[in-house]
């Protein structure tokens, strides 16, 4: 993996990466391909919204089809049939998230399966096994996440552990990045900087964050992360976020992004545009004529209407989460080009133009 | 509305439909678009897929979103989308399948509407100002269906209420086609045949098929029953069906067809294919590499793997349903121009190469 800076504004970077099933620019957004598909939208029209890197889940993937299948079909790449790189989580928050059971030692965890009972275990060493099966260009090791709040004693520990676990992850293939975790606490987040950048990894996801905090917090807490991190690694922000979460977090020095809310938000009817977010269900939508959004040029806004977006979610159309997702995406590949644009332009402090009015706090 | 037959092979016919919004040609198929969408398709996919024309649903769009709300968007076409014929049904077949308490009368049908209970009037006149409001190219008269197996009696009262119907049906705008009922009593047939002649519609729909009679009986039936309707208008055979009826029927000179079983056996995970039909929820493509059909050129073919496909449906990714649903469409697009060809070439009854070899009658 190569990592090159092009362009600065402020603590902002724009630059390109490239790796082995090709480069993307930064700062960049990732689409959760959770299980091998971002929900309803095929790779070709991800392309189409501007979309060079997806993330694929491992703890979905090792269950459901196992990643030996995937290998046998060439990688995740060629499985879903997805020309372009991807990064793959450690699989390690879904098991702290959605399995039952679960048993956390200092070899592991070890769980059971959400689908059929079925017990697996996780060790540092597995999961980057299993996510070099897959064929990911950016790997993941295995972290025990810090609820929020933090409690110190927990923190403490699962801390330990990380930093313990960090030290057993390696990957013969693909860039194998470290994850700074440390909650809201700063003496945390600077010990785990350390801790982690010890190994010299090939760039850093910042954890642990989204989980809870107000805004502010979390954008200032980002920053001082990314002020502990060497300059000449990418830097990516783990399950953030909103559109003005990712334009705070660029500014604080992040590179990279992967979120649900694109299409979480556009199979519940929700749609970014530049006029704010719309509530496609609302019956005021029932007769207008014009599409999500004037300034958006992808195939939901120049071909459908708002009147027929909100008829296909009132009759259970697919094609409505469909067409949604669709524009969500390209809504967020729009931003992050003009976030590009704005660093090369040296123009990022003053925003981007279309967000300032974004209801973008609108809680769904 | 005009119909052009341009060639001939025994029975059956190839020629062209102009109407206001569009030509098509046949024999056609529609694709249900039932909500005025068809199920997980785009427009520009399904004319990608050799589509023409859809059908669209009468009573479903009068309870949503409303005829007048479909108007005031400037009819069907341009509400969905779609820049191409639309044929509408009476809706009359869904009161008696889906509508709770409906009675009816001379005058009419009223049912309580299957969403809220609300109580609807369908009256012969009624359904076709609806269909006019839409904005409908091909329209449907009220009628009363006959179930299968029919009592002689039951028939007898529906189709002299049929025809009684048939005489208040009239149309203003769109081409209001005449429905032959008689079931599977070749007397009836003939009595309907001449009872919906003598007002001498633009165009014949065969009602009453595909109501669980052997394939055998409805191939004879409908044979019978084109023998008795004019030559020069075309011949629409409703809701049928699978691909060796539409052969069959094509060879007895029926000119149009709609079914949903292209995209209903989509979203089920079945395949249409030139090796016949694919269960892709079967074990045995968890690591099949080919692509569903080698000899289709559609997306779902050219992009994605049997192993693909099925894990999509084995995870419950919105993916499967729609990749599947576009292959079965443009299976059934790929079927209607080359028995045109055959039409033209002289050569339908050598039958279709391809359709010889599929397990058309297996049950889904």
Not at 31 to 45: F, I, Q
Not at 96 to 124: N, Y
Not at 157 to 162: G, I, N, P
Request: hydrophobic content about 40%; some cysteine.
């Amino acid at each position: 993996m190569k990592f090159t800076i092009d362009s600065r504004c402020g603590k902002a970077r724009a630059g390109r990466i490239e790796t082995a099933h090709g480069a993307f620019d930064t700062p960049a957004f990732m689409p959760c391909g959770t299980k091998a598909a971002v929900k309803g939208l095929e790779p070709r029209e991800l392309r189409e919204a501007g979309i060079e890197i997806l993330l694929c889940n491992t703890y979905h993937l090792a269950l459901r089809p196992g990643e030996a299948t995937v290998a046998s079909q060439g990688g995740l790449q060629k499985f879903m049939g997805w020309n372009g790189p991807i990064l793959t989580d450690s699989g390690g928050y879904q098991v702290f998230s959605l399995a039952p059971l679960r048993k956390i030692t200092d070899e592991g965890v070890t769980f059971q399966s959400h689908l059929d009972g079925a017990t697996v275990k996780f060790t540092p060493e597995r999961v980057v096994e299993i996510q070099e099966a897959l064929g990911s260009d950016i790997l993941m090791p295995l972290d025990e996440p810090i609820p929020f709040p933090p409690d110190p004693k927990v923190a403490r520990s699962a801390l330990d552990r990380t930093h313990a676990w960090w030290k057993r992850s390696k990957a013969t293939k693909g860039a194998l990045f470290g994850i700074v975790q440390g909650s809201i606490v700063p003496e945390l987040r600077k010990e785990s900087a350390e801790a982690i950048a010890a190994a010299d990894p090939p760039g850093f996801a910042l954890g642990g964050f989204s989980m809870g905090e107000p805004a502010a917090q979390m954008d200032e807490m980002v920053a001082y992360t990314t002020s502990l991190l060497p300059d000449e690694k990418p830097r990516y922000l783990m399950g953030v976020g909103m559109p003005r979460d990712i334009l705070a977090a660029v500014r604080a020095g992040v590179d990279m992004f992967d979120c649900i809310l694109p299409t979480r938000m556009g199979r519940t009817a929700m749609a970014y545009t530049t006029e704010g977010l719309l509530r496609l269900r609302n019956a005021k939508f029932a007769r207008d004529e014009r599409p999500l959004d004037a300034a958006c040029e992808c195939p939901c806004c120049r071909h459908y209407t708002r009147a027929y977006l909100r008829h296909c979610f009132s009759v259970d159309e697919m094609l409505g989460p469909k067409l949604l997702s669709l524009h969500n995406v390209h809504h967020y590949g729009k931003l992050m080009k003009e976030i590009q644009r704005a660093i090369r332009n040296g123009t990022l402090e003053k925003g981007i133009a279309w967000l300032k009015d974004q209801s973008i706090s609108a809680n769904p």
